[in-house]
Structure formats: structure tokens, C-alpha cells
């Protein structure tokens, strides 16, 4: 995944999940797991989701 597909799957994820994000991203690690490459993205997206979150409005 690009930092790009990183960002907008944080985003997406957000919009779609809200404050059930955090489940919904351990839920896909779990079916996952096997996957080097796609337990690295989902880290790469829960941590671009933790930005996202932590980000102040300007």
C-alpha cells in the first residue's frame, strides 16, 4: 500500500465505523494474521487512524 491508500483506508474507516473503529481494525488483523504484508498494512492503517484521530481542527 501506498502512504496515499494508507491514508484514505484510515479515512474511510473512520467515516464508515466511528467510534467502533479500533474493533473493526482488530477484527481484520485477526483474519489476517498468516499475512506478513497485510498485518504490516493494517498497522500502517491503525496507526494513520491514531493520526487522523489525534489531529487537532484548524
Keep these: 500500500m501506498t502512504d ?3 491514508m484514505v483506508k484510515a479515512g474511510e474507516i473512520l467515516a464508515e465505523h466511528g ?3 479500533s474493533d473493526y481494525i482488530i477484527e ?3 483474519d489476517v ?4 504484508v497485510a498485518v504490516e498494512d493494517w ?4 496507526a494513520a487512524v ?3 484521530n489525534d ?3 484548524q
Design 4 to 6: 496515499r491508500d494508507v
Design 19 to 21: 467510534a467502533l473503529t
Design 28 to 30: 481484520q488483523l485477526g
Design 33 to 36: 494474521l498468516g499475512d506478513r
Design 43 to 46: 498497522r500502517r492503517v491503525a
Design 50 to 52: 491514531d493520526a487522523i
Design 55 to 57: 489531529a487537532t481542527p
